[in-house]
């Protein structure tokens, strides 16, 4: 079993630039998180999906964050443009969703806007 | 609201002696708990949840976990602990609000240090 598999595991970009997360959940998981982390906001859940359906995006910063899900194995993060504030490690989990709740998170992005 | 606390953001514990790691929740109906560890530079690791029946609960590495409902608590505890546990460590519980949904509301995590 491969996990949740995410890339890049670190990426540094300039004020402005489009930053592109990346997220293949375990196979035949059908709910999908993506989450930040920082010290001094802690874990926040940005958003999820059930089925490659957005339900929940109340936790998106602001419209410069976007997140897709174009087939059940893989999703994007995309922030654009990118700000120092927004240095932070990014994780993405997965669920089976019925009956099984508890995700499984990925290894995380380490992003560093400068 | 729900809710999920962790009241300490820090225990330290000797290396050989039991220790605790305190949760506790607020949810309307049954509650699904959960704890996980996040060692440095690592995601966030599934260690043990309840759902129903016994109210002690067995995980990874030894931790179990015991599920309260008249304190409405679901500490953490291992019988002897290692340097290796030092880690952060999460309790969470299943959003139940608007409807059952798949997510889970994190509590802010407590550090354990386990000296040798």
């Known amino acids: 079993d491969a996990g949740v598999i995410q890339s890049p595991r670190h990426e540094v970009t300039e004020m402005g630039q489009e930053v592109t997360l990346r997220c293949k959940p375990i196979?035949?998981?059908?709910?999908l998180f993506w989450y930040r982390q920082t010290m001094m906001r802690g874990l926040e859940l940005l958003i999820y999906?059930?089925?490659?359906?957005?339900?929940?995006d109340s936790g998106m910063p602001e419209d410069r964050f976007s997140a897709k899900m174009p087939n059940a194995s893989f999703s994007t993060l995309k922030i654009q443009p990118s700000e120092p504030r927004d240095s932070a490690v990014y994780f993405c989990?997965?669920?089976?969703?019925?009956?099984?709740?508890?995700?499984?998170f990925g290894p995380g992005t380490r992003l560093t806007v400068t | 609201a729900q809710s999920v606390a962790q009241p300490e953001d820090q225990v330290n514990v000797a290396e050989g002696n039991p220790l605790t790691v305190k949760c506790t929740y607020s949810v309307s109906g049954n509650p699904y708990l959960f704890w996980y560890v996040q060692y440095p530079n690592r995601g966030l690791q599934f260690l043990l949840k309840y759902i129903t029946g016994d109210n002690l609960v067995k995980g990874s590495y030894g931790f179990e976990a015991e599920f309260n409902k008249s304190q409405t608590s679901f500490h953490l505890k291992k019988p002897s602990a290692l340097v290796s546990d030092s880690a952060l460590y999460f309790c969470?519980?299943?959003?139940?609000?608007?409807?059952?949904?798949?997510?889970?509301?994190f509590g802010t995590g407590t550090l354990l240090a386990v000296q040798p």
């Open positions: 989990a997965s669920s089976l969703g019925t009956s099984s709740y508890e995700q499984y």
């Open positions: 969470a519980v299943r959003d139940m609000e608007g409807g059952a949904t798949n997510k889970l509301i």
């Open positions: 196979s035949g998981h059908n709910s």
């Open positions: 999906f059930n089925n490659n359906v957005p339900i929940d």
